[in-house]
């Protein structure tokens, strides 16, 4: 059987999940307390030689890091990821921008506000909005005329940018100014097999 | 013919040149000045709404923004990429990690340093050496027990983190204290078809 590592309020460990849940896959799960340190033991190094969570293990004991080149290996080869290459390309062009230009902003500003000390992240904070601000109206133009990121179907481009927008009130940012956003959370949330990060 | 908009100094434009050379595939290249705004016009905009460089322009006239997306795209079916699907995941892992874990910090200290006033970035460089170094260990710890990153052949993954590693030194990295990165820079610099970043 395959197993989950993770940090179950981390949007990046939320994505695994709800990709395993589109395809019904069985798995377990076992929580790592990163902010008390359990993603940087030996042990877990071991798993991930960069102490990040998640990490999937195969049911033959491979282990994978990385959220989105678990989505990846998931979706090769279901209606989760194109048979296009260009399309291939752009899932990946959309997960890139998902790693370096919104979850460094989005993401990180929840973490601050929700499972940190915000009083001690202001500068941080500060300085991450107006960039996690650009990403989401890089978003909005983008789904403004589209049903979803890439070939207008559900893939793993929008399981991988879903995971941290709708939450990204919870960093601080308000989305009733992107409503193409927020049309297309809702077309997200009605995908069959769909989970919330609380599931 | 494809088109490639660039900086050249980047070592994210430098990953795309180093693919096509080894493909032996013709393009024009098309200087984007980024420090003078124009990876902001309107018109660049058109090709990349999120305003950055490298972009490729098909034959076609399609685009495609993200330097490891654009390896992706260029390398598939090729032997570059591997066929077997857990090492095409692995592939990407390392590709993730290079633009979450490694690039914000060892790029990012090459471009204050080289290419602007690093005097205006002293706090942002200390903050940003013990995380590069903190990259630069997990590559080394990877690399001590194998020729190439990932399925002891040479793939876009070693494309993807020799772009910056190699020029590390330049943000402030000293590389001596890393005898297994060395030994693979010299590996990928060796393969058919190398260039450099000034090519």
Same mark, same amino acid.
């Given at each position: 059987?395959?197993?989950?590592?993770?940090?179950?309020? !981390?949007?990046?460990?939320?994505? %695994?999940?709800?990709? /395993?849940?589109?395809?019904?896959?069985?798995? @377990?799960? +076992?929580?790592?307390?990163?902010?008390?340190?359990?993603?940087?033991?030996?042990?877990?190094?071991?798993?991930?030689?960069?102490?990040?969570?998640?990490?999937?293990?195969?049911?033959?004991?491979?282990?994978?890091?990385?959220?989105?080149?678990?989505?990846?290996?998931?979706a090769?080869?279901?209606?989760y990821l194109p048979?296009? !290459?260009?399309?291939?390309?752009? %899932?990946?062009?959309? /997960?890139?921008?998902?790693?370096?230009?919104? @979850?460094? +902003?989005?993401?990180?500003?929840?973490?601050?506000?929700?499972?940190?000390?915000?009083?001690?992240?202001?500068?941080?904070?500060?300085?991450?909005?107006?960039?996690?601000?650009?990403?989401?109206?890089?978003?909005?133009?983008?789904?403004?005329?589209?049903?979803?990121?890439?070939?207008?179907?559900?893939?793993?481009?929008?399981?991988?940018?879903?995971?941290?927008?709708?939450?990204?009130?919870?960093?601080?940012?308000?989305?009733?100014?992107?409503?193409?956003?927020?049309?297309?959370?809702?077309?997200?949330?009605?995908?069959?097999?769909?989970?919330?990060?609380?599931?």
């Open positions: 059987m395959y197993r989950l590592f993770e940090m179950p309020a !981390s949007g990046n460990c939320y994505k %695994v999940r709800l990709m /395993m849940s589109h395809l019904d896959i069985p798995y @377990e799960r +076992y929580s790592i307390d990163i902010i008390s340190g359990e993603s940087r033991t030996p042990e877990f190094l071991n798993l991930n030689c960069n102490g990040k969570v998640p990490v999937l293990q195969l049911p033959d004991g491979r282990t994978l890091p990385e959220s989105n080149a678990i989505l990846w290996f998931l090769e080869n279901t209606a048979q296009d !290459s260009f399309e291939r390309a752009q %899932v990946l062009q959309w /997960m890139f921008f998902e790693q370096y230009s919104h @979850e460094p +902003y989005i993401a990180t500003s929840r973490f601050w506000r929700v499972f940190a000390d915000p009083s001690k992240h202001e500068s941080e904070l500060a300085a991450a909005h107006p960039k996690g601000e650009k990403a989401l109206r890089v978003l909005e133009r983008h789904l403004s005329t589209r049903r979803f990121m890439v070939a207008d179907s559900y893939t793993i481009a929008d399981i991988a940018l879903y995971a941290y927008t709708h939450v990204a009130d919870e960093g601080g940012f308000n989305l009733e100014c992107y409503p193409a956003i927020r049309r297309w959370l809702q077309e997200v949330a009605s995908q069959p097999g769909h989970v919330t990060i609380c599931g």
